[in-house]
């Protein structure tokens, strides 16, 4: 599945065949029936699909997406990546392999454990909605409410 917006199409249509599909729907819509994640932009989807256990490929514009030297070393350990649109057929071909035979990239979760909240999920809810109800008896009595500083997990470099 190449995951896209509306308008982009035609960047990909190269690739579609019976294996390969484009789109544009919600990522939940598709996220269980996808073998492998083409993406086009660096956004929530990319996180969603890095919860998966599947190839991911990230075909990117350098001059709209400016990565932080650390965050794109780790990324890149995790998924495809590329910005030159010379390398795209190669990057795709590569993930397609990666489908068929597998890759030691999907099991990679230095990215999510530094960038996304996925480590220790249900204690770090617990500790969000035990901060956001103590914030609202705190607010019976007071106009401010605690910030959730104690619960938020800032990106190790």
Known sequence: VIKTINGREHFYKQ???????????PLSNVLGKADAFILDYPC??????LLTDKPIAILYDSEAVDFEPHALASLRKRARMSSDQDEFYSVIQSLIEDAKSGSA????SEFCRNYNVTEKTEENLKCFFDTIIKGMEFQKFHTTVG???DCRQSPKG
Do not use: A, D, P, Q
């Open 15 to 25: 690739f579609v065949n019976r294996f390969v599909t484009i789109e544009t729907r």
């Open 44 to 49: 929530t989807t990319l996180h969603e699909c």
């Open 105 to 108: 990239m999907t099991s990679n």
């Open 147 to 149: 910030g959730l500083g």
